[in-house]
């Protein structure tokens, strides 16, 4: 078991990695002090395969549970469901102190990051993330959201969990097309910010697809790491460094969009949207054609799409406008310098863009 910690003063809080260590939830849970009652936002695949032994923890360690379902759909993910939840929790807080459990992946994360931050104000909450992108990225900084129909993500808080619970015993449960998707926010870290990560990759191909639990536990440590460094010194994405964690989402954003949400997964989309920066480093000069080629190696080796298929340019283009990180039609961009080495660059032209998205063509 390791731990990383979010520095941010009054509210840091720890991540917890290991494997199979549900057992020790109630332990930190209590020490924590949020309360007496949980209020556990999770999906009916997830209490069913998870829940008994869940609740046996919780109970064990004296803690009131209940259960709120929601459906394993990003259309969770909205200010409907978030006031069904809200009701169903306020009518749940009758007697004692109530926190919110996050147990599942992004979509429940968000949500219930989101209801946590505006129920009374604002109560506690944990994360239990039980996806790899989850693990590494969704369950840490504290970016709450649900979606509207103009756009992803477009109404929340930025609200920090308590704590956050990564068992990588869960990832057992992902199907492959599940772990490429957190693969693709993995590799974004060793591009941005560990070369070692990146090297440690390039050779652990196979026991990632088995699954080795010392080798996820390393991975989800080493990203929890980085993302935990950068939150900490910039929580609130105002001083160009979170914004780094933004590598391939430009356009991976503008592709997902494009698509309709239908056609790329988030991990596919930010695996072609990484390919793209990397292509617009190399047109800007900044970064050898080794590098290039070895970051589309590692993509491609961990089963992401290199080439968009049935997405018009001009549609991607269009897309790329509406990216909530805009102001006006100024764009912004991360790109790299090398492997380890990110910056944001601002105005880049419509042409080079084209020619980096005809890149993936
Ligand atoms: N997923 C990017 C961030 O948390 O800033």
Redesign the pocket.
Known sequence: MSIVKVDLGKRSYSIIIGYAILSQLGVHLKRLNMGTDAFIITNSFLKKKYGARLLQVLSGAGFNCHFKLIADSEKSKSMETAGVVIKELAKFDQKKKVFIIAFGGGVVGDLAGFVASVYKRGISYIQIPTTLLAQV??A??G?TAVDLDLGKNLVGAFYQPRLVFSDVSFLKSLDLTQIRCGMAEVIKYAVIKDQNLFRFLENGYRQVKQRNPVVLQKIVHACSRI?ADIVGRDEK?TLGL?SL??FGHTIGHAIEAAGGYKGYSHGQAVGLGMLAAVDLSYKMGLVARKSVLRIENLIRLYGLPVKIKGVAVAKIIQAHYYDKKFSGRENKFILISGIGRAKVVRNIGLDLIKEALCRII
């Open positions: 990225d969704s840490i900084g970016k993302k994405e979170r964690l933004n």
